[in-house]
């Protein structure tokens, strides 16, 4: 995978989540179907606060790998599972034929802002999880980072060692949480890089298509949307369309600064819609 992300080529990929009834499950194999033309590095599937989603995501990831071109990531977080449990995932997963996972720590139980608490013979930190596959399986693995810090981050040195430790634990790539400024992201790399983090740091894109829900996500994740983005979409929000297209203009705007300024590639947040990403896509002047 790492080498696949360094090839030279900029690395694009899409992040899915495990649908929760039939009109989900077949708007998600449209969306995977309308994207599988671009050839992404990887497609990821996440997995559910608090394990909900788990026989999904093992469901979905295996049919990637079974009936696609596509190389499944499947995401697993330590919440609410022992060490048992998660060697019984893991042990799913493989048989699914998914041999490359992002290993995550999940958010507490009561919600990003409350106290972590770890289950009973459980894992502690996502470098946990890490040492954990590598140790029982032959599988290539990947983190989460944070361009502005993770929100219960002591200082923005303590969270690049964090990123540090999940690389020392066998992690081979990392992909950020969207990233809403190009000079965070760049921010990041810079603080990783110092501390010898040298595996490929992919940013995450969640496109700009809504003033409500992109301002529910971004207080979610314990940020602010910037100031010089507000500007930009909150005069249009009675007109919906327009707000969008701006959104798009946005959207796009930052993945250049992030392409041209090094970034490996690009993780679209996809929602598990293709029509926002392509957009992107064929502004920046990239075809199937
Ligand atoms: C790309 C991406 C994908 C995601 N996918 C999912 C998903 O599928 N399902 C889901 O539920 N959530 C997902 N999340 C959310 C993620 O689980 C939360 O942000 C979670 O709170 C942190 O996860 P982590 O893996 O970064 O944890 P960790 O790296 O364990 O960090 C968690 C906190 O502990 C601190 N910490 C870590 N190690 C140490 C240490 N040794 N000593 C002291 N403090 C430490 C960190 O600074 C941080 O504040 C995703 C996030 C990203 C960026």
């Known amino acids: 995978m790492r080498e696949l992300i360094e090839s030279g080529e900029k690395s694009f990929s899409f992040e899915f989540f495990p649908p929760k009834d039939e009109a989900g499950e077949e708007r998600l194999w449209r969306a995977i179907t309308e994207l599988e ?13 608090g394990g909900s989603s788990r026989d999904t995501t093992v469901r979905i990831t ?19 599972h022992s060490r048992a449990e998660l060697a019984e995932i893991l042990d799913a997963y493989r048989e699914a034929g998914v041999a490359h996972i992002l290993a995550l720590r999940g958010d507490p139980p009561g919600g990003p802002h409350t106290e972590w608490v770890s289950a009973e013979d459980g894992l502690e930190y ?16 990947g983190v989460a980072a944070f361009p502005e810090g993770h929100v219960s981050a002591e200082s923005l040195e303590q969270d690049a060692l964090v990123l540090k430790a999940k690389q020392d634990a066998g992690a081979e ?5 969207m990233v809403l400024r190009a000079s965070d992201y760049f921010a990041l790399v810079e603080r990783a890089r110092a501390l010898g983090v040298d595996m490929p740091i992919i940013p995450g894109i969640m496109p700009i298509l809504n003033l409500n829900s992109m301002s529910r996500m971004v207080e979610l994740s314990g940020r602010e949307m910037p100031d010089e983005v507000r500007a930009r979409i909150e005069p249009l929000a009675e007109t919906p369309e327009e707000l969008r297209a701006e959104g798009i203009r946005i959207s796009t705007e930052l993945c250049e600064a992030l392409l041209h300024g090094g970034a490996p590639g690009l993780h679209f947040y996809t929602l598990n819609f293709s029509k926002a990403t392509r957009e992107i896509f064929a502004a920046l002047q990239i075809t199937v």
Do not use: M, Q
């Not at 033309?37 to 606060?49: L, N």
């Not at 790539?173 to 949480?177: P, Q």
């Open 37 to 49: 033309p671009y050839r992404p590095t990887f497609v990821s599937v996440t997995y559910g606060a």
């Open 173 to 177: 790539f990392a992909v950020t949480e």
């Open 62 to 80: 295996g049919r990637i790998a079974r009936e696609t071109s596509l190389t499944p990531v499947a995401h697993l977080t330590c919440v609410g």
């Open 126 to 141: 996502a470098s946990d999880l890490v040492s954990f596959i590598k140790e029982h399986y032959d599988a290539a693995v």
